[in-house]
């Protein structure tokens, strides 16, 4: 049975930084991408970063440049958001994607 399961979410003041996690099962994240999306109240979801399956070569959307990381542990099957400098504009519930497979999220809130 393929799950993903995100992690690391919570509450942040701004400037503050958070790790998500999303942890894979039931397939071998070797042979996949793995992208972080994101969707705030009231908007559509949008692709934040990316990384490659084969030289980790990594994609962002201009507003989290500088300021987010992506990587993977693929002998722990799991992807990793580095998120620092966080603004109140990042406030959203972040899912993980490998493969066409979707977590459940994780709630990422940026407030004083």
């Known amino acids: ?35 972080w999306f994101r969707q705030a109240p009231g908007k559509e979801r949008e692709g934040v970063i ?24 693929n002998a722990k099957n799991t992807g990793y958001l580095q998120m620092d400098t966080l603004k109140p504009e990042d406030t959203a519930v972040y899912y993980c994607d490998m493969g066409g497979y979707r977590g459940q999220g994780t709630q990422v809130n940026v407030s004083l």
């Open 1 to 35: 049975q393929v799950q993903l399961v995100e992690s690391g979410g919570g509450l942040v003041q701004p400037g503050g930084s958070l790790r998500l996690a999303c942890v894979a099962s039931g397939f071998n994240l070797d042979n996949y991408a793995i992208g």
């Open 50 to 73: 990316c990384i490659s399956r084969s030289d980790d070569s990594t994609s962002n959307t201009e507003s989290v440049k500088g300021r987010f990381t992506i990587s993977r542990d």
